[in-house]
Structures are given as C-alpha cells and as structure tokens.
C-alpha cells in the first residue's frame, strides 16, 4: 500500500489563521487545497510535511466574483470543476475554460483547485515514480539525489511544468493576489514562474495565492489546445494557450501565445505573437507564427511520448490554435478532447 | 495526530478514531469495514475509489476524512434500498456491465451522479462523465448501454425488468454520437 507519511493537519477558518499556522510551521510546513497533486507526491514521499495547512475550509477562497466587462477574480480554491462551467469564464475567458476542462478527469476536477493547479510541481518521468523507483536508479537532484538524470551532465533540473491553467491564465494577461507574512502582493501570473524545475515558483512558500485577477474581456477571444496520449487522466505533454484582440476590420492589435509542459516554465512566445500584430490572420501567415512560436519549444526526454513529436507538434498545435480563432478550417478539437 | 471524527456515511452517523493521514479510502475500508469501495492505484489515476461528497464524485484515496466531516458520504453500500438494488445495479447485472466487478463500484457511483443531475444523457455525456473511471477489464461499451438502460428505466422510455430470469434486456437504442 501507498500510505501518507503521518502529519499534523490544520484546518484554518480565515485567511490570516492560514497565514499565521503556516508561517508558524516554517519549513516543515505545507499549504494544501484538493490534494490531488501533493498527496500522490506526499504517498510517493516526494514530500514528507509534517504539518498540513488545509485551505479548503476558508470560504472566501471559494468564490468568484465579477463579469468579463469588469474583469473576474477567481478564488485560489475554486475547483477546476467550477472555473470550467462557470458562465462568466467560458463567455469571457474560454481559453481557461478549456484548460480547466481538461485537467485529469471528472472526479480530479470536483477535488482539485484553480489554486494548485498553478501551483502544480514540476513533472520527469525520473521524479514522478514511487520512493522504491526512484531509489533502485539512484535518485535524481529535484529529489534525494545529486544528479539530473535526463541531462546527467547538467548542472539544473529540467522537469516541466505541466500546468493546463498556468499557459491559458498567461494568455488571458491574469494576476495573481499573494498573501503572507509580509502583506500582499500582485503579481502578474507569468512573473508566478522560474525557469527551474525544483524551485519553479517565484513565491515564498509561506505565501497563499489568493486569487486569479483577469482583466476585462472585451474584444479578447482566447483557445487552449491540450496533447496527452490519452483524452483523460494525462497531463499535458504540450499544451498551446492563444488570445487575441482584434480591431475593425479583423485586424490584430494585441496578441499572446504562450506554450505549457516544454519547459520548467509556461514560455511565452513573445516573437512568434509579435508576427501578427497590425496583421489580418491568414493561412499563410498563421504558418509563419507557428513555425516561430514552436521555436523556443526543446522537449527532454522526461515525458510522455517522443522527443521529435512533441517538437513537432508544437508548432501543429499552434497552427490549429490560431486557425481555429481566425475563422479557418482545423484537424482535432480544443481543450483536451481526441 | 489521531483524531476522533464523526463521518456521515450512507444517510448514518459514524464515529471513528484513526490517524489524521489515513485516507477516507482507508478509514472506510479498514476501520469501517465498508469494504465495497475499491483500492486500486491510490494515485488518482484509476476511479475505482469513488465515492459520493454530497452527491459528488470525489476520488477516497486523496481524501482525508478530516475533509469531509460535516459531509454527506455515500458508498457503494448505500446505493440499494432495504435490499432493493438500484436500478443502476439491476441494469448493469442484466447486460454484464461487470466483468470482474473490480471497477463497478466506482462507475456505479459516478453514474449514479451523472443521472441525478442530467436524466437524459447522450452518448458522449456518459462516456465524458465516466472517463474518470478504468475498466481493466474494458468493458466500457456495456457499462455505457447499462448507465442508457437506467436512465432510459427512470424516464419510462424502457420497459421494467421483468425480474423472472427471463432474456436479457433490450439494449436502448444508441441516442446520439458513437462508441469511444
Ligand atoms: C491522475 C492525475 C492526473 C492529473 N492530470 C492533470 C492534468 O492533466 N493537468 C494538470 O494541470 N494537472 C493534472 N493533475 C494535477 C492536479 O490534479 C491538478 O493540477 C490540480 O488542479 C491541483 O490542485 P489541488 O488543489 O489538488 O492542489 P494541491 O495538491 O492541494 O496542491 C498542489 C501544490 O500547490 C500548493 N498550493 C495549493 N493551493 C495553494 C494556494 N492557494 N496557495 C499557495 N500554494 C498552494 C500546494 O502546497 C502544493 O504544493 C493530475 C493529477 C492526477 C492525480
Ligand atoms: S529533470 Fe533531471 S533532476 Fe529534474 S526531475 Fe528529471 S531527472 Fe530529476
Ligand atoms: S485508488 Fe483512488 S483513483 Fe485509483
Ligand atoms: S469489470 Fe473488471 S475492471 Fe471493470
């Protein structure tokens, strides 16, 4: 049997008894919402807290509030369940909607948070294994060990962020509220992320994420692709965020397009959304963004599937992602269906 | 940490005193003795420990009891009624929906919630909803016509059992899409 290691857990009413027990704890401590990815971790003894603070109790984490004329925020524990049924989301903030929507499976969806979902740790078929696994190979640096065992002369842990909701909350231009001992904090939810898979948030571990802030929706139109083996319980092995602007006349005056699970961050392909600036979409110029949008995508061998497909993919995911916004036929389906 | 806990579990007040980690799926099984629910991967990434939150699916392997206390909690125990299977349970008897019987647990539960909130499900409504649930033995195509006799039962659009040993039931004709 997979057993939790033994804790103390504590289930806090408000906001600043969290804060207060979890800054208590120090780094003994742990912040908890669904469980769905830190107690396969905890079972696995990727993480052995000896204290829990459990968010799920706090009810004003729970709500969200707004319309997409005014903007939208979105509390840390509403579940992904909620965020893609919620009619404000999926009028205003589609790309979030879908990425929600395509999280694991139905019954990780009513259990898991927008919260820990962009919270998520870091995923290598190296790390993601059980205590006996990862110790019959040696263990690798993220956890117990000294060495990367995908890039063995690296000095720095390349697992992936595999966060659906994080690439999509990027490209709708979210913040993120952060509370802790200090006070509160907004932050834009790219800056939410470093280029390292062991320390991949750029929060103090004590901090709460408080809420999703979105900007107001209008004239934004946004889409999440999602590529997994399977059409449920997988992570993303790519997945494409895509929002867009347009003016009169169906010309782009803003864009973001930003990729998840082909680095230890969601990469926002900055060059690539530049192209379509002041531009009508077309076939053709749809082609030349996603070729430069899949650039910065250099997949390891840490996660499902081959190297040379998922590179490749990249670039198809986004060409679907834009033709589909821009009115034009498209293979596959967003969100996460096959 | 050991904590005394009052869990609601099949409409009954049930007292328990186990450790704070011991998952709900534990504490059902090995201190309740509600051995129904199934332990399979204990990741998340199989279904068959499914159980009801308030008429819910939530996963009892990442579950802490101490979640769930002020909670309605139905098991695979409390589907039938003073003996009385669920229609649920008789459709899926009648067209071997359960094979091995190790996932049925879990899928009855999670049909169960999809017919309470949508009486009329298609095709791909059924299949979406219960994608959260492995059949090892993948017999998916009569788990999804059984969860269509059930339904089809509830809204009279099907005839009734007829409880004698007779034929098997008339599969409902499929109401939209194809088989995934
Ligand atoms: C089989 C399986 C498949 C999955 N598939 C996917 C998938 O396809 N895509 C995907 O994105 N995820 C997937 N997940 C991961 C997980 O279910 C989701 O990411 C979920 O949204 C995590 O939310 P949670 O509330 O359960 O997080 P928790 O497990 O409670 O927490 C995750 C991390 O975030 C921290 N945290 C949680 N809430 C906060 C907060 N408010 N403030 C600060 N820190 C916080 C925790 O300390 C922990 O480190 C899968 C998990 C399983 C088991
Ligand atoms: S990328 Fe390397 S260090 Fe990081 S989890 Fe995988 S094997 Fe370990
Ligand atoms: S035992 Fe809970 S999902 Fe497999
Ligand atoms: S009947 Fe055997 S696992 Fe489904």
């Known amino acids: ?338 | 940490m050991k904590v005394a806990l009052t869990l609601r579990i099949n409409g009954e007040a049930r007292d328990v005193i186990a450790p704070v980690h011991k998952t709900l799926l534990e504490v059902l099984r090995e201190d309740l003795g509600l051995t129904g629910t199934k332990h399979g991967c204990e990741l998340g990434e199989c279904g068959t420990c499914t159980v009801l939150v308030d008429g819910t699916p939530v996963l009892s392997c990442l579950t802490l009891p101490v979640e769930v206390q002020d909670r309605e909690i139905t098991t695979i125990e409390g589907l039938a009624r003073g003996g009385e299977l669920h229609p649920l349970q008789v459709a899926f008897t009648e067209l071997g929906a359960a094979q091995c019987g190790y996932c049925t647990p879990g899928m009855l539960l999670a049909a169960k919630a999809l017919l309470d909130r949508n009486p009329a499900p298609a095709r791909e409504d059924v299949s979406a909803w219960l994608a959260g649930n492995l059949c090892r033995c993948t017999g998916y195509l009569k788990i999804l016509e059984a969860v269509e006799l059930a339904a089809a039962r509830a809204r009279g659009d099907a005839p009734q059992p007829t409880g004698d040993g007779g034929p098997p039931a008339a599969r409902v004709p499929q109401r939209s899409g194809g088989a995934s």
């Open chain 1, 1 to 338: 049997m997979l057993r939790l290691p033994p804790f103390t857990y504590l289930a806090p009413r408000t906001l600043e008894q969290a804060v207060g027990q979890i800054g208590e704890a120090g780094p003994e401590g742990m912040l908890v919402a669904g469980g769905t990815d830190l107690y396969p971790n905890m079972k696995r003894r990727q993480f052995e807290p000896k204290v829990l603070v459990g968010l799920r109790g706090i009810r004003d984490l729970g709500r969200i509030s707004g319309t997409p004329a005014q903007g939208l925020a979105i509390g840390a524990c509403a579940t992904l369940a909620q965020v893609a049924s919620h009619p404000a989301v999926a009028e205003g903030y589609r790309a979030l909607a879908l990425a929600a929507g395509a999280v694991s499976t139905p019954p990780l969806r009513n259990m898991g948070t927008l919260g820990g979902n962009l919270c998520l740790d870091t995923r290598c078929n190296y790390y993601n294994q059980t205590y006996h696994w990862r110790k019959s190979i040696g263990f690798c640096m993220k956890k117990d060990g000294d060495i990367c065992l995908v890039a063995p002369g690296s000095p720095r842990c390349w697992a992936l962020s595999s966060t659906d909701a994080a690439p999509a909350a990027i490209a709708l231009g979210a913040r993120v509220r952060l509370v802790g001992a200090g006070g509160e904090r907004v932050v834009s939810a790219a800056d939410l992320y470093r280029d390292d898979g062991m320390r991949y948030l750029s929060k103090a571990p004590d901090e709460i994420l408080v809420d999703v802030i979105l900007p107001p929706a209008d004239g934004w139109r946004s889409t999440y692709w999602k590529l997994r083996r399977r059409g449920s319980f997988d992570f993303p092995i790519l997945g494409v965020a895509v929002a867009l602007r347009s003016g009169p006349g169906g010309v782009i005056e803003d864009a973001r397009i930003v990729l998840g699970a082909v680095a230890s961050r969601p990469v926002v392909a900055t060059r690539a959304a530049g192209l379509v600036m002041g531009q009508r979409l077309t076939a053709d110029l749809i082609g030349r963004v996603a070729q430069a949008a899949s650039e910065p995508a250099k997949p390891l061998d840490n996660a499902d599937l081959t190297i040379g497909y998922r590179k490749r993919m990249a670039r198809v995911y986004v060409e679907r992602a834009l033709r589909e916004l821009a009115g034009l036929p498209y293979d596959g389906a967003p969100g996460g269906a096959r």
